[in-house]
C-alpha cells in the first residue's frame, strides 16, 4: 500500500487542539512533556480534528510498538483518552474560572476596545474592583490546596498545585482582556497565557532532571508545580503593577500588602524537604523483594500494578483503568522477569533490581535504569 503524503495541519485546526488538550499529552497528563500532534487513523494527509490528539513523544511511540511495561495504544484507545482527557481540561478551566471569578460575581466583565493603541484603559472602576477581590480568590484556592500540600503524598501535593495554578492562570487571562486586541503577540489572551504557563512546566522539569527527563522521581511533579506557582503569583503581580499605574483610585502598595498577606508564597516548600527524607522509606532484603513488590508503583509516565496471584498491569494515568492482558511477573534473586503480549506471542522481558526500598525500586535492563515510587 502505498505511503500517503504528509499534509501540514493547519494553524488554527492546530492551535485549538493544543488549547483543548491544555498543551498536555492526553494519556499520561504529563505537564511539561515535549508533545506532537498524532494522527489516529495513521493517515498523514487527513487532518480532520476528529482524527488528531496531543500526545506526549513517549506516548507517541506506544502507537507504534509494543512491549515490556507497555502495550501498542491503538486507534480507538488514543480517542478515548483524548475525548475523556478534553472533557477534563474543560471541566477544570470552568471550575477554575468560578474561583476565579466569583468575587466578581456582580460586575460584568469588561469589553476590550477596538483600537489596538488608546488613551485609557477601558471600563477602569470595574478593572479596581475585580483586582481588589484577588487577595480574597488567593486566600481561598490556597486555603482548598493546603490539605493536599499537609498530606506528603506526592500526588495529592502535586494535585494541589496544579489546582492553585489553573487559578492563577484564570486571573492572567481576565488581566489580558484588559489590554488592546493582539496586544499578546496577535495571540487571544486565553492562548497566549496558556503557552506561557505549559512553557514555564516545561522548563522547571527540565532544569530540575539533569540527568534526563523521568529520572527524578515523583517528587520532580511536585517541585516542578510549587515552581510554576511562583512563577504564576510574579505574573499577577507584574500585571497588576502595570494596569494600576492607569488606575486613579487605586493603592497597590496597600493592595500588595493584602495579597502578600492573603497567604505566604512557596507554601508547599516546607513540605518538600520532609517529603524528600521520607521518599526512599526503609531497605527491603532481597529475599522479601516478591512480597513487597505487590501493589501499585509509579514509573516514566505510568503505573504499573503487581498482585499476589503473578499478574500484573499497566495503568497510564491515575484515573485510567489497569491493562492485564495475560501479564505475569516473578521474581528469582535480584532478577524481575516480566512477561506480556509481544507480535509473536508470549514474550519475557529481564531485568535487574538494583535497589529497593519501601517506597521506590530501580530496575536495570540493559544499562537501561528506571525508577519507581510507591504509589498506593
Not at 500500500?1 to 499529552?25: E, G, N, Y
Not at 511495561?69 to 477554575?96: M, N, P, S
Not at 506526592?154 to 486571573?171: A, F, H, N, P, W
Not at 510574579?234 to 497567604?263: C, G, I, N, P
Request: glycine share 8%; hydrophobic share 35%; aromatic share 8%.
Amino acid at each position: 500500500m502505498a505511503k500517503k503524503d504528509r499534509i501540514p495541519v493547519p494553524d488554527d485546526v492546530a492551535t485549538l487542539l493544543i488549547f483543548r488538550s491544555d498543551r498536555t499529552c492526553c494519556v499520561c497528563h504529563q505537564r511539561g512533556e515535549p508533545i506532537q500532534i498524532h494522527h489516529i487513523d495513521e493517515d498523514p494527509s487527513n487532518n480532520d480534528p476528529d482524527s488528531l490528539a496531543v500526545l506526549c513523544f513517549h506516548c507517541h511511540d506506544e502507537t507504534q510498538i509494543r512491549g515490556g511495561f507497555g502495550r501498542k495504544l491503538d486507534a480507538a484507545q488514543v480517542t478515548h483518552y483524548r475525548d475523556d482527557w478534553h472533557r477534563r481540561v474543560e471541566a477544570r478551566r470552568e471550575a477554575a474560572d468560578k474561583i476565579a471569578l466569583a468575587r466578581e460575581a456582580a460586575h460584568a466583565q469588561a469589553t476590550a476596545p477596538t483600537p489596538t493603541r488608546r488613551d485609557a484603559l477601558p471600563d477602569p472602576a470595574k478593572l479596581t474592583n475585580y483586582i481588589r477581590t484577588l487577595p480574597a480568590v488567593r486566600k481561598d484556592i490556597y486555603g482548598r490546596s493546603q490539605p493536599k500540600w499537609d498530606s506528603g503524598n506526592t500526588l495529592q501535593m502535586k494535585r494541589g498545585s496544579y489546582d492553585v495554578s489553573d487559578v492563577l492562570e484564570q486571573i492572567l487571562v481576565t488581566l489580558a482582556t484588559w489590554y488592546p486586541p493582539g496586544h499578546f503577540g496577535g495571540r487571544e489572551p486565553q492562548d497566549f497565557i496558556n503557552a506561557v504557563t505549559a512553557s514555564r512546566f516545561t522548563w522547571h522539569r527540565a532544569h530540575l532532571e539533569p540527568n534526563g527527563i523521568g529520572n527524578g522521581g515523583t517528587i520532580i511533579g511536585t517541585m516542578v508545580g510549587g515552581c510554576v506557582m511562583d512563577d504564576l503569583e510574579r505574573m499577577v503581580l507584574d500585571a497588576v503593577s502595570s494596569l494600576a499605574v492607569h488606575l486613579d483610585d487605586f493603592d497597590f502598595t496597600h493592595w500588595k500588602q493584602e495579597w502578600d498577606a492573603a497567604y505566604e508564597p512557596s507554601p508547599i516548600g516546607a513540605q518538600l524537604s520532609t517529603s524528600v527524607e521520607s521518599e526512599l522509606g526503609e531497605v527491603v532484603r532481597s529475599e522479601d523483594y516478591a512480597k513487597r513488590i505487590l501493589g501499585r508503583w509509579l514509573g516514566p509516565r505510568k503505573y504499573v500494578a503487581f498482585y499476589a496471584d503473578g499478574r500484573w498491569g499497566v495503568q497510564r494515568n491515575e484515573d485510567a483503568p489497569i491493562e492485564i492482558d495475560g501479564r505475569r511477573w516473578r521474581i528469582e534473586g535480584n532478577k524481575l522477569l516480566l512477561t506480556f503480549r509481544g507480535d509473536t506471542g508470549l514474550v519475557t522481558a529481564e531485568s535487574t533490581i538494583t535497589s529497593f526500598t519501601t517506597k521506590q525500586f530501580i530496575a536495570d535492563a540493559d544499562g537501561h535504569k528506571q525508577t519507581y515510587d510507591w504509589a498506593p
